[in-house]
């Protein structure tokens, strides 16, 4: 059912949001990464502040905390709402222009902006399922911004609610917004202790229904090709290539297995992301990702295998093999706190869905933050055709997060 004697305030929130540019830079050493993150970010904190939650802030390093104070006394544990306000790097944030397409027929939207960009239920089978609804997306020149600013204006709508209905049973909720999450650093500065949550919800998910609680686990891996340099005129028997020795290993690695490309599921993958290099030392970067922490392990152990047959191909090369990890799955810690799962399953049943149990073939801050002590699977936002011009969101499926939310908060309250 939906919420009773409210209007809600999303979708005005989140036309506005979106046109305002977040996106975070991997190239950037800084914290945030973009000092435009928070021009949002300042939106929001004045934002909460209007709505009543006076302790809203926003910190050196580009986080919003606030608080939603508890409506009742119960000795229980404190929730934390989470979404991130940065967009892809992968496509242009600038100069977003949203289009409201009220009550959607069905029909392909052309986005005005370049008519080559069309969004169809062909292309996107999940839209079949929100025809009749008002469709938001972009022009056509830049993504929408609704990964993750869907996310931000359903928790911004969520704390508008409960200020305005004290009458609502909850504990106490904290409020966190997060920049880089989408360049892999979303929580790399967060203080936990200031953050002062038991559990938490991350707001970054896809179709309506849909409850995650798995992630794959991740880990960087570095190859350094290191060459030995000469002039080219006078270089037999004396130069190695670094370029031609990282080419050759590149080369090396399989094109229909074992890639993003072919891989789907609960299938793990290796993926070169970078390569850069002269003469002398050339560098080639990867992400491996797996469900299986353990796995990760063994496809390091084959890169490394064709790393050494490269340097066998190429005497005098000497190489660097350097594992960071990322992230791991969020599984291992959720397992052990089978309530928190539970408990978003009640919150969709009373919001009139059965939740579907879905793994992400990536990362969200929730997979870090639940090995930070705050156990945190990710909950829908209607978000789909993300860090593309083809993105779009539902305004009723951001409404009907919303209402989730506010069930969420009331079921854990009624088992403390």
């Not at 969004?119 to 609704?146: C, F, M, V």
């Not at 969520?158 to 920049?179: C, Q, S, W």
Request: charge should be negative; aromatic fraction near 6%.
């Amino acid at each position: 059912m939906a919420l009773p004697n409210y209007q809600h305030t999303v979708a005005d929130r989140f036309l506005r949001y979106v046109q305002i540019d977040t996106q975070s830079d991997s190239n950037s050493e800084s914290q945030p990464s973009t000092e435009k993150q928070k021009d949002l970010s300042k939106m929001l904190v004045e934002e909460l502040k209007a709505i009543g939650i006076s302790d809203a802030e926003l910190d050196e390093h580009g986080y919003v905390y606030a608080t939603i104070p508890a409506t009742s006394e119960k000795d229980m544990p404190v929730l934390c709402y989470c979404s991130h306000v940065d967009t892809a790097p992968d496509c242009s944030g600038t100069g977003v222009k949203p289009i409201l397409h009220m009550s959607w027929d069905g029909k392909d939207i052309v986005l005005p902006d370049d008519p080559t960009v069309v969004i169809s239920t062909n292309e996107h089978p999940y839209l079949k399922e929100r025809i009749g609804d008002d469709i938001i997306t972009a022009s056509g020149t830049t993504l929408l911004g609704a990964d993750d600013k869907a996310g931000v204006a359903i928790i911004m709508d969520l704390a508008n609610y409960l200020v305005r209905h004290p009458e609502i049973k909850h504990g106490k909720i904290r409020i966190l917004f997060t920049p880089d999450e989408e360049i892999g650093r979303g929580v790399n500065a967060v203080d936990m202790q200031k953050l002062g949550a038991h559990f938490g919800y991350t707001l970054d998910g896809g179709e309506r229904g849909h409850l995650e609680g798995e992630t794959f686990s991740a880990d960087g891996v570095t190859v350094n090709f290191h060459g030995i340099s000469a002039h080219p005129g006078y270089a037999k028997n004396k130069m190695v290539s670094a370029i031609k020795a990282a080419s050759a290993f590149v080369n090396k690695l399989p094109r229909n297995e074992w890639c993003p490309e072919t891989t789907e599921g609960k299938e793990g993958f290796v993926h070169p992301v970078s390569i850069q290099g002269s003469l002398e030392e050339a560098t080639v970067q990867f992400i491996i990702r797996d469900f299986e922490t353990a796995t990760l392990a063994k496809h390091e152990a084959r890169l490394r295998s064709l790393v050494e047959e490269t340097v066998r191909e190429f005497p005098g090369v000497t190489t660097d093999f350097i594992i960071k990890e990322q992230y791991r799955n969020m599984r291992e810690v959720l397992d052990h706190h089978p309530q928190v799962m539970d408990y978003a399953e009640e919150a969709y049943k009373r919001a009139g869905m059965n939740a579907v149990r879905m793994s992400v073939r990536g990362g969200t801050d929730g997979s870090r933050l639940s090995f930070m002590d705050l156990p945190c699977p990710n909950l829908f936002t209607g978000e789909m055709g993300i860090h593309s011009k083809q993105e779009y969101v539902s305004v009723q499926d951001m409404e009907k997060a919303v209402e989730t939310l506010v069930h969420l908060a009331q079921v854990w309250e009624e088992r403390s």
